[in-house]
């Protein structure tokens, strides 16, 4: 296994800025999750670091060495895509141990990393099957397979449970976290999901055009997101977020926002005044009075309940700007029913120019 260093990375398509100025260290044996929306530039990075398009500028470092030179064979990455292609004419074991013959593995080792690798994801019933005989969700796990049976300096997966149904997908993820654990292998894995991420990335990186927002463990990234980009992709139902002023009144700092105020008390600010946002998780906003938080809003009614099962959300409005708050599961409030709101000013994120203050 190997490190990855990737050292001021940019690339542009015509006018179209796809990576720009991306640093990014993974250590030997990491689980590191590159998440952000659609058109970001992951895809275009991995396929730069798997060498199958290169970069304008900046370097690749696999353990320290810059491997911009080399071939994507010579680099010796194995890379599962989003548009997986599996040999048509070979069996699934055959497509499994491809890679590991080419490479003169003795046959015995073949037989146990295909059988390991197959037991994991769960597809050891089709072993004798061709790709056309399989569901896209089946072939994709073959595709992922076929990547994890090597032992590459490094594992690239890009998107590689898109496919699968959401019981599938929430078990393979369980199952390679466990298999990281065990062979303890590099992974850059791409996903614009971000129960995916927070779940399975030691290291979780934020994009969004191109440009890296954030590099945290994913606690991190939720309980202290270093702009609203990433405060409102992270979480969903997302982060409330008002727009206000923050003011200096008696050596304390305030909210002021169209619909309510906020003595922020004892938080540390690097700024004393200025236009700023406040944001506040939906579980962190107290319908009553509860861990100490301020009351906020007297009186807002209950527009809208939803329950995800576990625990339900309340939508409502704070003057013309929506609120959402996360309820227990066995409340029994309705819609037109009038709430008072309480915030807890330890818990909640202040922005300034969209940056964490
Ligand atoms: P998705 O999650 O949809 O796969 P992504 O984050 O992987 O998206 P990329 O595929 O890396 O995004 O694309 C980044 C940007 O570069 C996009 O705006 C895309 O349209 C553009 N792009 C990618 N490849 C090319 C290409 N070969 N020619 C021109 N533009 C490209």
């Known amino acids: 296994m190997a490190s990855l260093s990737l050292k001021a990375i940019t690339k542009q398509f015509g006018d179209i800025m796809a990576l720009s100025g991306v640093d990014l260290d993974v250590k030997d044996g990491e689980f590191c999750v590159l998440l952000g929306p659609s058109g970001c530039g992951k895809s275009t990075l991995l396929n730069i670091i798997a060498g199958l398009i290169s970069q304008d500028e900046g370097s690749v470092l696999l353990d320290s060495q810059p491997v911009d030179r080399l071939s994507p064979r010579e680099r010796d990455v194995a890379m599962v895509f989003q548009s997986y292609a599996l040999y048509p004419h070979m069996t699934v074991s055959q497509n499994l141990s491809f890679g590991l013959r080419m490479r003169g593995v003795p046959k015995p080792e073949i037989h146990n990393r295909v059988l390991e690798t197959a037991r994991l994801l769960r597809i050891e019933d089709l072993m004798d099957r061709k790709p056309r005989e399989l569901s896209g969700g089946q072939r ?8 994890l049976v090597r032992q590459a300096k490094l594992f690239l997966l890009d998107e590689p449970l898109s496919n699968l149904d959401a019981r599938l997908r929430s078990s393979v993820r369980l199952e390679l976290k466990r298999l990281h654990r065990q062979f303890k292998g590099t992974i850059l894995y791409v996903t614009h999901d971000q129960v995916e991420a927070m779940t399975l990335g030691d290291k979780v990186v934020v994009m969004r055009d191109g440009r890296v927002r954030q ?6 990234i939720y309980a202290r997101p270093a702009d609203t980009f990433v405060a409102t992709f992270i979480g969903s139902p997302e982060m409330n977020l ?3 002023r923050l003011v200096s009144k008696d050596g304390r700092s ?13 938080v540390q600010l690097n700024i004393e005044e200025g236009e700023v946002e406040l944001g506040v998780r939906p579980e962190d906003i107290e319908i009553g009075q509860g861990r100490g938080g301020t009351m906020v809003v007297q009186e807002t009614k209950v527009e809208m309940l939803s329950n995800v099962g576990s625990v339900k959300y309340i939508h409502a409005r704070l003057g013309q700007e ?3 708050v996360c309820v227990p599961k066995d409340t029994n409030l309705q819609p037109g029913q009038v709430i008072s709101l309480y915030i807890d000013p330890q818990r909640v994120h202040i922005f300034h120019e969209g940056l964490r203050l």
């Open 140 to 147: 994709q796990r073959v595709a992922m397979g076929r990547a």
């Open 215 to 220: 590099i945290d463990r994913p606690e991190t």
């Open 242 to 244: 008002y727009k206000g």
């Open 254 to 266: 305030h909210f002021q926002g169209a619909s309510f105020s906020l003595d922020l008390g004892n």
């Open 322 to 324: 929506g609120l959402a």
